[in-house]
């Protein structure tokens, strides 16, 4: 059974990069036809996919966010990692981990395996 744990910070001011890391255990992230994403929930608002990076590392992005994102990968410690720079309050959300199907990397979904979620609070 994979299992996804997000770590990070939960309080980040504006201006500044967030970095969250997802440990995972269960599976590898390097396990073909799988991709490994960052999904998030403002408050009051539904989920929405920011970015995905495959199994052979290939990277995607929302294209909204594109400009401030970035994900990479470490595969000898199995984890992920999002950097969101130049953040606001609008930023704040519930920041996910999850895996999904490579072929449908930006239908939320279609993720089978999510981490439990890391509030995050970007404070003006």
């Known amino acids: 059974q994979v299992q996804l744990q997000e770590s990070g910070p939960g309080l980040v001011k504006s201006s500044q990069t967030l970095s969250l890391t997802c440990t995972v255990s269960?599976?590898?992230?390097?396990?073909?036809?799988?991709?490994w994403s960052w999904i998030r929930r403002p408050p009051g608002k539904d989920l929405e996919w920011m970015t995905a990076i495959s199994s052979d590392g290939s990277t995607y992005y929302n294209p909204t966010l594109k400009s401030r994102t970035s994900i990479s990968r470490d595969t000898s410690k199995n984890q992920f990692f999002l950097q969101l720079t130049s953040v606001t309050p609008e930023d704040t959300a519930v920041y996910y981990c999850?895996?999904?199907?490579?072929?449908?990397?930006?239908?939320?979904?279609?993720?089978?395996?999510w981490g439990q979620g890391t509030q995050v609070t970007v404070a003006s």
């Open positions: 269960g599976g590898s992230i390097t396990a073909t036809d799988y991709a």
């Open positions: 999850a895996r999904g199907f490579a072929a449908d990397y930006a239908r939320v979904a279609l993720y089978g395996f």
